[in-house]
């Protein structure tokens, strides 16, 4: 019978997710960008700011940024990413 997880190594797992998570940065194509504003939608901490005159979305605050992956996920145009910085 395999071992399943145990809760120190589950609380392992959870801590080095949290790490990585930590360190992502959004890098954003403004070239990409169609001003649809679903980033500004669904960011929970305000990061997304609309230029209505521009359509297109202006990037701000990113020190705000939780790295939920909810703008990356609703952007239709595949202009966001989270990454490592330099990875
Ligand atoms: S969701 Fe994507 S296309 Fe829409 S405004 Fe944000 S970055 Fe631009
Ligand atoms: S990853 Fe989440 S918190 Fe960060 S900018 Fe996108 S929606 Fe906002």
């Not at 801590?15 to 649809?36: H, M, Q």
């Not at 605050?61 to 990413?81: F, M």
Request: with cysteine; net charge negative.
């Amino acid at each position: 019978m395999t071992e399943g997880p145990t809760l120190r190594s589950l609380i392992g797992e959870h801590w080095n997710l949290a790490r990585t998570l930590r360190k992502l940065e959004i890098r954003f194509d403004p070239e990409r960008c169609s001003g649809v504003w679903e980033c500004y939608e669904v960011c929970p901490v305000d990061c997304w700011e609309p230029d209505y005159e521009g359509s297109v979305v202006i990037f701000h605050h990113g020190e705000r940024c939780i790295a939920c992956g909810a703008c990356v996920l609703q952007c239709p145009e595949g202009a966001i990413e989270l990454e490592v910085p330099g990875g």
